[in-house]
């Protein structure tokens, strides 16, 4: 089980204009956190991130920073 505790900062940073438009990060993201707008990355979904940091090592541009939120927000995993 798991919850989402809304998170104040955006801790998922895209730069756009390192973006190629590739689509690596919206293959690897299994939350589909990502969509592809004018051949860009877009974030979208960011409510639904499992925080694994897949995007920011798949993305070869370099577009992508992940900063882990703070304890208490973003995803809670619960166990039982
Ligand atoms: S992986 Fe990086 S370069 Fe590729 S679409 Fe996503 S943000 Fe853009
Ligand atoms: S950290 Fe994981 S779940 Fe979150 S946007 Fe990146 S790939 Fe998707």
Redesign the pocket.
């Given at each position: 089980m798991s919850r989402w505790n809304k998170v104040p900062e955006s801790f998922i940073i895209?730069d756009q204009d390192?973006?190629?438009?590739?689509?690596?990060?919206?293959i690897i993201c299994g939350a589909n956190v990502?969509e592809?707008k004018d051949k860009?990355?877009v974030i979208s979904n960011l409510n639904e991130c499992l925080e694994c940091g897949n995007?920011e090592v798949?993305?070869?541009?370099d577009?992508?920073q992940v900063h882990i939120p703070k304890a208490g927000t973003g995803i809670i995993y619960e166990c039982g």
């Amino acid at each position: 089980m798991s919850r989402w505790n809304k998170v104040p900062e955006s801790f998922i940073i895209l730069d756009q204009d390192k973006c190629t438009g590739c689509g690596n990060c919206i293959i690897i993201c299994g939350a589909n956190v990502f969509e592809l707008k004018d051949k860009k990355a877009v974030i979208s979904n960011l409510n639904e991130c499992l925080e694994c940091g897949n995007c920011e090592v798949v993305c070869q541009a370099d577009a992508i920073q992940v900063h882990i939120p703070k304890a208490g927000t973003g995803i809670i995993y619960e166990c039982g």
